[in-house]
C-alpha cells in the first residue's frame, strides 16, 4: 500500500470505526505504520490525516460547530428544529432519542480516534531520529501534536463531563496518552483540565522557537514544499496560548485567563479585519468569517457539500438552521443601536413570508465566493480573546467588549456592569459566533439555569443544567466501566 493509500485508509478508519475497531486492526496497522514513520513525510502525512479526521462533517464540518453543538445551545428557534430531524429532537435536549445518540456517539468516537492517532505518532515521534527532520520540523510536528491532544479533550471535556464551576472533583472523560489496548480510566474534571494544561505547555515548549509565527522566520514555497506555510491552518504556537486563556476561563482563574488572551492580542499577528473586506460591492469577495482574525482554522474541502440545505441552498426553510426575525431584529441586533453592526448587514438574510420570516446566518456560505475566502472553519478567532478579557478583567469589561462592536461598525456603546456586563457578553458571543459552536460551551461554563429561548426569544426562559452534560456512548459506559 503506497502512502497516499495509507492516508485514506487512516482516514476511514478513524470516520467509520470505533476505537475498539481500530484496534482489532493494529497488527496490520503496525506494520503500515512502521513504513509510514520511516520517513519525515510520513509524520507530516499522519498529522494531515488528523486534521482531515477532525474536518469530518460528523465533527468540526458540521456537528461541533454549527450543528449539533449550536442546535443544543439554542442557537437557532426554527427551521431544521421543527422538521422532525435529530435537530428537533436536540434543540428539545431528547439525548437519549436514537437519531440524537447517533450523532453524540460519532463526536465522542471520533474525537477518540483522532487522539489514537495523535497518540501513535507521538509515540513514534518520540522514537524517531530527530536528525532526518528539516530545520525545525520536529518540533513543530511534536508541538502541533500535543496542543491537538489537549484541544480535542477540552472540547471532549466541556461536552460530556460536568462543569468545572459545579463538578470539578466528579468522573469526567479519560485522558488517553498512550496508544494501545489499555483502557484509560476516567479522570475528575480537575484532573483533565491540569492533563490538558500539561499538554499546552509541552506544546508552547516546543513550538515558542520552532514555528514561524512567533520565530518570525520567512517562509516561501520552495522551503520544504512550503510545509511551514499558512500556520492559521495547523494548531500554531497562538493557538495553544488561545487555548489555555480559555481553559482557565473554564475554572475561574482570570489572572491567568487574561495573561493568556493578553499575549495573542498583543502579538498583532492576528488584526481586525477592515470594512473594506466586508462591505464589498462584490458579494464573492465578502469576507464571511473574518479570515486575518482566525488563530487556528480547518481548511475543510467538502464544506460546501455540508453546508448545502443547512445554512443555504433551495430546500425550504424548514429543512434549515434558522431563527425567527423577532430574536434577530429586537434582541440582538435592534436598529437603535446595532443597524449597522457589518454582522446583521452583511452576515444574516431574511426568508420566508411577512408573517413568518426568519434569518439564516450567511458567514460559512461557500457558492460563488472567491477562492481565498471560502473552505474555512474558524475554530479560535480573534474576537474570542476579547470576549474573555471581559469576563476576566470585569473592570474594563465595557471596554472590551466595545473594541469587538468598533470593529463590526456599531458606534453604541456598552455600559453595563455586573449581571448586566455578562448578559452582554453572552449577546457579543451570539452575535459574532453563531455558527461556531460557542454558544453551548458559554451557558454551560456559567452553569447558566436560564437561556434565551422563549416565545420568539422574546426573554430567558428555565433551563435545567444537568442538560449540559451529553450521555457517553453506551459501549463505552459498559466495556470502559465509566460511571
Known sequence: MDMKKYIVYLVAVFLFSSCEEWLDVKPKSEIEGSELFSTEQGFKDALTGIYTAMSAESLYGCEMTYGLVDVIGDAYYSGAIYSGTAYAYARNHQYDQTSVEALINTIWSGCYNAIATINNTLENLEQADSTMFAADNYNVIKGELLGLRAFLHFDLLRLFAPSYAVGAAENAIPYVTTYGYEITPQSTVGEVIDYILTDLEDAVACLETSDPIVTGREITATDDNGYLLNRQFHFNYYAAKATMANVYLYTGDHANARKYALEVIDSGKFPWTSVDNVATSAVADRDRTFTSEQIFALQITDLADYVLGKLYGTLQYSAQLTTYSYWIEYTLFPTATHATDWRYT????????????????????????????????????LPEMYLILAEADAENGADYLNTIREHRGVTARVVATGDALLDEIGLETYREFVGEGKLFYWYKRLNRETHWGGYYFYNEVAFDPALYVLPMPEEEIEFGNRH
Open 346 to 381: 452583511y452576515f444574516l438574510t431574511t426568508e420566508g413570508t411577512a408573517s413568518s420570516s426568519y434569518y439564516i446566518t450567511s458567514k460559512l456560505w461557500q457558492e460563488d465566493m472567491n477562492e481565498d475566502l471560502v473552505q474555512r472553519m474558524p475554530l479560535i478567532r
